[in-house]
C-alpha cells in the first residue's frame, strides 16, 4: 500500500500529494523514500496549504539528502533562501530576475559541484498577478524524439554559462557587471544527460549558450527550438501559489522558470536544496 495519495495534475509533469504533513514526516525514513520514487515518477509534488515552517521544512528536506547551505545568511534559519526581487531581504535579488526564463540549476556552479537534486519552495507571500512557477518535464522532452534526433543530438556537447542567462535580463550590462559575470567559470555538458537510472533528458535552458563545434547562430537556433518543444502549453504545469502552498520538484529531471510579476510586489518563497550526487554526463 502507497505512503502517500497522489493525483496528477497533467499527463507530462505534476501531481498533487494530499493528506501528508511534511512537519511530522520528517522523522519517517520512509516517507522520504516514497516522496523520492515520487518525484521520480512525477518530477513535480504540490502540497497544498501546508503552512510549512521553516525550520520544518529544513528537516523534512534532510530526509531527501544533505542540504545545500552555500546561500546561508540570507535567512536566520539555516538552509533556507528567500526568493524574492526586494533587495532588503535578499542582497542576489537581481540576480533572480533570470529565474524568469526557463532553467536547470545547478549547470553552472563555481566548483565541480554536480546539479541540485530536489528543491522545495513554500509561498509566504504571493503576486497580485503573475508569479506562476511552471514546470517541463526534460525526461519528456528527450523521449519525444524521434530516433534519428536521439541519435545525432546524443553526440553533441553545449556550453553553459552565467552570462548566457543574465544576458537574456540585461542585454547592455557594464563592464564591471559583464566581468563579474565572466568570473563565474563556464561549463561543457553533454545535450542529453544519461542518468544512473537509464532514463534520459534534454539539458537545456537560459544558461545553455551555445554548442560546441556548431556554427554558433545555428546551434543557439537548435537549442532553442528544442527548448520550445520542450515546454509547449501541453508539456507544461503551471502552480499558482497560494500563501501557505509548498512545492517539490525534481531538479534532475524538471525544467522551470516564475511567471513575470510585479517588480515591487511582496512575493517571497522560501527555498530549500537538496544538494545533488550525480553528474551530468
Known sequence: MSLLTINKLTESVGAEVCGLDLAHA????????????????????????????????????????????????????????????????????????????????????????????????SAVQVAEWGGETEFANSYAAYDALSPA????????????????????????????????????????????????????SLVLGASADYVVGMDLDEGRALLAELLDRATTPDRVYSHIWTIGDTVIWDNRGVLHRAAPYDPNSPREMLRTTVLGDEPIQ
Do not use: M
Request: with cysteine.
Open 149 to 200: 534526433e536521439k541519435e545525432r543530438f546524443g553526440a553533441l556537447r553545449v556550453v553553459h554559462s552565467l552570462e548566457a542567462s543574465q544576458r537574456r535580463v540585461t542585454a547592455d550590462p557594464s563592464p564591471e557587471l559583464l566581468a563579474r559575470w565572466r568570473s563565474r567559470p563556464t561549463h561543457e555538458h553533454p545535450l542529453v544527460w544519461t542518468h544512473r537510472s537509464g532514463r534520459k
Open 26 to 121: 520528517a522523522s519517517n525514513d520512509s516517507v522520504g523514500a516514497a516522496i523520492l520514487d515520487a518525484l521520480e515518477t512525477n518530477g513535480v509534488l504540490v502540497f497544498r496549504g501546508l503552512h510549512l515552517e521553516p525550520e520544518a521544512q529544513v528537516a523534512f528536506c534532510r530526509r531527501l539528502g544533505a542540504i545545500d547551505h552555500s546561500s546561508d545568511g540570507h535567512h536566520p534559519v539555516a538552509g533556507i533562501y528567500p526568493i524574492t526581487l526586494n533587495p532588503a531581504k535578499n542582497s542576489s535579488a537581481a540576480y533572480l530576475k533570470a529565474t524568469f526564463d526557463w532553467h536547470i540549476d545547478g549547470c553552472t556552479p563555481l566548483g565541480d559541484e554536480v546539479p541540485q537534486k530536489a528543491t522545495i519552495l
